[in-house]
């Protein structure tokens, strides 16, 4: 990292100079004027989408990262991509689609990143696919930048106790089986997902948000607010300012990708009884920062650290509890405390 870092590394070779007279001619028809331009421009990518529940916060989440931006003194340019949802489509062909997506999101962020030579990145996931997706995009074009969870969904509520939407797909075997009515699964599925964000329990979405920033690729504090809490407009426009920091510093994601902080990830994943799609996921982001990462490294770390938290769909608690209890920084606290995380690998 260099005190001197430039940061308009890149978007020099777009927008300065006579030779480039026609790209800011073109900007300046929708609103950036000549000191726009003369900044930094942070390319800021969603997921955002009308097909589920979990990206559906992101047109506000994107607002309040570009406010940030802007603040710190960048010049944000949104773009969007796509999502596939695993609940909504599974048990269907559109259940192919899914893990493809992960490698369109990351192709589609590479595109348009390195195409209009944005100094730096933020990218917004949420859903299963969305987040190593744009993480993975991150490592790849290795400009300055950082993830931001959209975060989880607030529990339903059925008969008295807390619900997610894994309750619905063990109702629809109750059903079948004759252990509920047909009344009853029906208010269920009116009560399981009461507004936005990504399914409430340990599943993927959560896992993988909190594996992300364990790895330092989300602002330690953010993954566990939930979608719809009052603050995370306010931990939006701080990963807006904070994305301009990491610019002026010159900090690359493959500064902060290493094998130890896969390894905390992994520890995170383990001791959060997390999804095993965070294996499928980590070898990925992984393999685009160079690293070499396998299942033995899974299976050792694992062997190694404790069980410590007790979420649905294994447990009885929610994403929404986990916050209340403080979030991924007690998880680290933990992993610490277990001899299981290095603070000083993490970025």
Same mark, same amino acid.
């Given at each position: ?61 994107? *607002? ?6 802007? $603040? ?53 996931? $949420? ?70 964000? $990504? ?125 209340? *209890? ?22």
């Amino acid at each position: 990292m260099a005190a001197d870092f430039d940061v308009k590394h890149r978007s020099r070779l777009l927008l300065e100079g006579p030779a480039r007279a026609g790209a800011r001619a073109q900007l300046h028809g929708i609103g950036y004027d000549a000191d726009a331009i003369a900044k930094p421009i942070v390319g800021v990518a969603t997921t955002w989408t009308e097909t589920m529940p979990c990206n559906f916060n992101q047109r506000a989440l994107a *607002a309040k990262v570009k406010e940030g931006i802007r $603040a710190a003194g960048g010049t944000p340019m949104e773009f969007n991509t796509i999502a596939i949802s695993d609940g909504i489509t599974m048990g269907t062909s559109g259940m192919r689609a899914s893990l493809v997506s992960r490698e369109v999101v990351a192709d589609s962020i590479e595109l348009v990143a390195n195409a209009h030579f944005f100094d730096a990145l933020v990218t917004l996931g $949420a859903c299963d696919k969305t987040i190593p997706g744009t993480v993975m995009a991150l490592a790849r074009i290795n400009v300055p930048g950082v993830m931001l969870y959209g975060g989880a969904i607030a529990p339903g509520h059925f008969q008295g106790h807390d619900v997610t939407i894994g309750d619905v797909y063990e109702a629809i075997g109750a059903h079948a089986a004759g252990k509920m009515t047909a009344e009853e699964l029906e208010e269920l599925v009116r009560s399981a997902s009461p507004g936005m964000g $990504a399914c409430g329990g340990q599943f993927t979405a959560n896992t993988m948000a909190m594996a992300i920033e364990l790895l330092g690729m989300s602002p330690l504090g953010t993954a566990m607010v939930p979608a719809e809490n009052p603050t995370k407009a306010d931990v939006a426009f701080h990963v807006g300012q904070l994305v301009m920091d990491i610019l002026r510093r010159g900090q690359r994601p493959r500064d902060i990708i290493t094998k130890e902080s896969l390894e905390n990830a992994i520890a995170g994943i383990a001791m959060s009884g997390g999804s095993t799609n965070g294996v499928l996921h980590l070898l990925a982001i992984a393999t685009e920062a160079g690293i070499e990462l396998d299942i033995d490294d899974f299976d050792r770390i694992s062997a190694q650290t404790p069980l410590l938290c007790d979420l649905k769909p294994g447990g009885q608690y929610v994403a929404t509890d986990l916050f209340a *209890a403080g979030g991924v920084p007690v998880v680290a606290k933990r992993l610490l405390e277990a001899g299981r995380f290095d603070t000083r690998k993490t970025g």
